[in-house]
């Protein structure tokens, strides 16, 4: 079979472009948080706001063949920015990308960063999705997390949210926080459920190297919750969530119908994506790279700032596509694989699949003329796999082949996704 390059195929399939634009700023940094962030004065943050509509102009030129499907505007906090700022930041979007009819454009907000005032610029600018950072409606826990505010000024910030026109709001739950009870822990779903957002990320906290948390865990200043415990909050996210209405469609996000975040699908099924601003990764044609941390440098030239550079293999391409695609719970599609790499997945991963499948990690749809072993794969998948499930269907009603992992495989989701990396 005639070798082809999984870039120049994803190039001729994907003309579409999500734009991730950082504001590395905040009032005052999380112990728990490794993320590129500090504290600045207003005069940074007007420097800054400055040196980032520069960059989105001059990167403009390399794009213009690109539709932008989505925009987030990701921190850091950037519900730190005044409503004219977001405003110019969305113009500048506008004036230099093609930007889709009703492209999803989300904004992270922080209770008690944000008033009415802000909220309804931020909706006026264009922003139609708010990602509101709760992590906790127990007061005692966001405290030793560090965080600014009180579950009564998430309240006030999502409720002014709601006046200001949004209709489609995330809200961030954080489980496994040192010192966190079961108990503790399913009150703050319950009183998040009851609000009714449109979506939930629930998460399960990470120790971080080199944040301040890890060292008070060392030091036996508190206590972190143990694995077993962990593992019980999960599953009563999983529980309470379905049993609410809210379909689990990646590993740790949960929404309703039609409000699955589209900007974080397409990081997970490998669509072209442009970080902008301090430190913001981007994956264009197959090639990672990043910008710099260094705020001054990034003040100075913010075009001239990029840095670890990445030129993806085929065999790196292929096992990103399941590493990351076997996040969504609906899992990979195996015909855009054929597609890309120009070989049936069976030829490269086939015992790998045929083995967690049978331990009950993976599950495998086929369409119906696959079954009987007509069809493109269906033959070479029925020797390997059977007891296949009934085939998932597409939006036009067409049957596709995925592979997914099973609600076992959801829960040992590393070990599953480690042995598709060749290496």
Known sequence: MERVDGRKKQMEENGELELYIHIPFCVRKCVYCDFPSAPADEDTRDRYL????AEIRIRAEAYRQYTVSSVFIGGGTPSLLKGGQIARLMDGVREHYRLAEGAESTLEVNPGTADQGKLAAYWQAGINRLSIGLQSADNGELALLGRIHTYEDFLDTYRTARMAGFHNLNVDVMAALPGQSLEGYCATLRKVMALEPEHISAYSLILEEGTPLLEMVDRGLV?????????????????LLKEAGYHRYEISNYAREGYACKHNLGYWQRKNYLG?????????????FRNGSNLSAYLED???CREACQILTRQEQMEEFFFLGLRMTDGVDLGSFERIFGCRPETVYGEVIRKNVQDGLLKYSVPDSGRNGAGTGGKAYGNLIRGAQEPDRNREGKAEERIALTERGLDLSNYVSAQFLLT
């Open 50 to 53: 400055e040196a980032l509509l």
């Open 223 to 239: 206590q972190s919750v143990d694995e077993d415990m962990d593992r019980c909050m999960y599953q009563e996210t999983k529980r």
């Open 276 to 288: 902008l601003g301090l430190s913001a990764a981007s994956l264009v044609e197959n090639v990672r």
């Open 302 to 304: 913010p075009s001239g």
